[in-house]
């Protein structure tokens, strides 16, 4: 997968979540007249629609990281997508915390994987400088 096809892909899951199933902003769906406001679902095809029924924010990135993740998100990305939510929920509002909360999410490279990252760069440059190139 090549570095643009990897933008276009990003930019088609954050424009999902910003204006539902359409072309705007670089997103997946049929071409749009006119660019609607963030969260204007009405010119598009569908939309995603998550309600949970959680009281707190941790439960809330618990239960999405098993359904986007598996259960893979990290301890340190599950503090960096709550800390990203109560600053923009506190700034803009709950919408647009959650909103930011999935693009984060689907921006996450256990989002984009299969397996659990190595999150020990130390030990990861370590092995790496003992392996012999020929």
Do not use: C, W
Not at 14 to 25: C, E, I, K, M, T
Not at 45 to 63: I, P, Q
């Amino acid at each position: 997968m090549s570095i643009s096809n990897v933008i276009g892909l990003t930019n088609g899951l954050f424009s999902l979540h910003n204006y539902g199933l359409a072309v705007a902003d670089g997103g997946f769906g049929p071409f749009l007249t006119r660019l609607p406001d963030v969260g204007d679902y009405s010119s598009s095809v569908g939309f995603l629609t998550y309600t949970n029924r959680v009281d707190y924010l941790s439960d809330k990135v618990n239960d999405l990281s098993t359904l986007m993740t598996a259960g893979r998100l990290s301890d340190q990305n599950k503090q960096v997508l709550m800390d990203a939510y109560n600053y923009f929920a506190k700034a803009h509002g709950a919408e647009t915390g959650e909103r930011v909360l999935l693009q984060l999410m689907s921006a996450l490279p256990e989002f984009h994987t299969s397996n659990t990252g190595e999150h020990d760069l130390v030990k990861f440059f370590s092995l790496s400088s003992s392996v012999e190139l020929e």
